[in-house]
């Protein structure tokens, strides 16, 4: 991982995961989702509140880290910081707002009631342009409601990408609640989406890439998908 700006320096050596990488990274996601279900969104979301404060800490380390990895400049870079720690703010308040609907009947004698549950292992992939605030897009949500996440970064931030689990790791986030691979997508990426034991596939990225990825859930009525 090099600054495009300066290829000279060299900013960190990541691994070039694989499949058996992958599947490594969901027995542990999956091994950790029914306790992790179980416990309260209070509690599940509070780890994003201690993720904040580590964040606030190191925001414009953070930001200066992404412009030298991304090549972003640094006011939007700074931004970029700024929307994540607003996202992890919002599921943390979430977690204390009621979570379902009731609904009317035609029946008096009937209550209809929906109740959201955790879906279980989400695959979250996101681009190297926003790569603080977009992986917190998908990673925050799934972990509040209680389920566990693979996150793959894009290969060209991955140092973002683990700044974002080192931090969670800092907080005592569970084993195996947020798991991490590097790589690329064909390598990496793709296993991931077309994993039996994943659950569901979170993905931001360009259009074409997300129509395969649309077009292979589909053949899993029990995978869920949604593309960017």
Known sequence: DRNPANTEQLLGVFPRSDAQEVDAAVAAARAAFPAWRRES????????????????????????????????CLTEARADVVEGIHTA??????ARTPSGEVLASEIPE???????KAKGVVAAIAPWNFPFAIPLWLICPSVAEGNT??????????????????YFEKVGLPA????????????????????????VVLFTGSAAVG??????????YRKFCVCE
């Open 149 to 166: 996440v693979v996150f793959k970064p894009s290969e060209e931030t991955p140092l973002i990408g683990q700044r974002i689990v080192e």
């Open 41 to 72: 969104r209070i509690r599940r979301a509070e780890y994003l509140d201690a993720f904040v404060q580590l964040v606030k800490r190191d925001q414009e380390e953070l930001a200066q880290l992404m412009s030298r990895e991304s090549g972003k």
């Open 89 to 94: 703010q919002y599921w943390f308040g979430r």
């Open 211 to 220: 129509s395969k990825i649309k077009e292979a859930c589909a053949q899993d």
């Open 176 to 199: 195996g609640v947020l798991n991490l691979v590097h790589g690329y997508g064909e390598e990496a990426g793709w296993p991931l989406v077309v994993h039996p034991q994943v659950d």
């Open 110 to 116: 009937k209550d209809i009631y929906v109740h959201r």
